[in-house]
């Protein structure tokens, strides 16, 4: 299975929305994560069966999609927010978003 | 708190070895899925290996099968990475994770260590 992720920089302003797409090759029904990494910083998972928020992540994050288009959204951007995020399905990772102001 | 601290990464020669260990705390190490998981410098995430809770069922990518050996030992809570014939594009650096569900989910991950491969 690939995954693709679009697009591949988003550039916005703190209080914006943000909306990450991952397309996969085939179905994969919910069976997907997110997760942000910082700069230098380990991967956090987000979210995962697609739509489950992590422990402690805050609501502004939320997950969607089945079968094969899932989108992350971010509802308004908090400064910490600006980093790469990554889709995973088992054991492939898609490309990654960079989410820049 | 769950704690997940990688060590043992360093510069070697292509085709060399290295072993990586990975100590974990703040939870029942012998419940979970570990996995180790890599990234290239500037790349993307590369899952690399997987060991169930007993130490005997194994996954691995392709491209360090034969090469590369994932094990634990449950006693000390100690995940760990034999890696021999190591080549360049092994250079990365390469985390521990915590595994939950049957879809290899990573919910808590060390701070990684970075392995460099030189020719």
Same mark, same amino acid.
């Given at each position: 299975?690939?995954?693709?992720?679009?697009?591949?920089?988003?550039?916005?302003?703190?209080?914006?929305?943000?909306?990450?797409?991952?397309?996969?090759?085939?179905?994969?029904?919910?069976?997907?994560?997110?997760?942000?990494?910082?700069?230098?910083?380990?991967?956090?998972?987000?979210?995962?069966?697609?739509?489950?928020?992590?422990?402690?992540?805050?609501?502004?994050?939320?997950?969607?999609?089945?079968?094969?288009?899932?989108?992350?959204?971010?509802?308004?951007?908090?400064?910490?927010?600006?980093?790469?995020?990554?889709?995973?399905?088992?054991?492939?990772?898609?490309?990654?978003?960079?989410?820049?102001? | 708190? !769950?704690?997940?601290? =990688?060590?043992? $990464?360093?510069?070697? *020669?292509?085709?060399? %070895?290295?072993?990586?260990?990975?100590?974990? @705390?703040?939870?029942?190490?012998?419940?979970?899925?570990?996995?180790?998981?890599?990234?290239?410098?500037?790349?993307?995430?590369?899952? !690399?290996?997987?060991? =169930?809770?007993? $130490?005997?069922?194994? *996954?691995?990518?392709? %491209?360090?099968?034969?090469?590369?050996?994932? @094990?634990?030992?449950?006693?000390?809570?100690?995940?760990?990475?034999?890696?021999?014939?190591?080549?360049?594009?092994?250079?990365?650096?390469?985390?521990?994770?915590?595994?939950?569900?049957?879809?290899?989910?990573?919910?808590?991950?060390?701070?990684?260590?970075?392995?460099?491969?030189?020719?």
């Amino acid at each position: 299975i690939v995954l693709t992720q679009s697009p591949a920089t988003l550039s916005l302003s703190p209080g914006e929305r943000a909306t990450l797409s991952c397309r996969a090759s085939q179905s994969v029904s919910t069976y997907i994560a997110w997760y942000q990494q910082k700069r230098g910083q380990a991967p956090r998972l987000l979210i995962y069966d697609a739509s489950s928020r992590a422990t402690g992540i805050p609501a502004r994050f939320s997950g969607s999609g089945s079968g094969t288009d899932f989108t992350l959204t971010i509802s308004s951007l908090e400064p910490e927010d600006f980093a790469v995020y990554y889709c995973q399905q088992a054991k492939t990772f898609g490309q990654g978003t960079k989410v820049e102001i | 708190e !769950v704690q997940l601290v =990688e060590s043992g $990464g360093g510069v070697v *020669q292509t085709g060399g %070895s290295l072993r990586l260990s990975c100590a974990a @705390s703040g939870f029942t190490f012998s419940n979970y899925w570990m996995s180790w998981v890599r990234q290239a410098p500037g790349k993307g995430l590369e899952w !690399v290996a997987n060991l =169930e809770e007993n $130490g005997n069922y194994k *996954q691995y990518v392709d %491209s360090v099968k034969g090469r590369f050996t994932i @094990s634990r030992d449950n006693a000390r809570d100690s995940l760990f990475l034999q890696m021999n014939s190591l080549r360049v594009e092994d250079t990365a650096v390469y985390y521990c994770a915590r595994v939950i569900t049957a879809h290899d989910y990573g919910d808590h991950w060390g701070q990684g260590t970075l392995v460099t491969v030189s020719s």
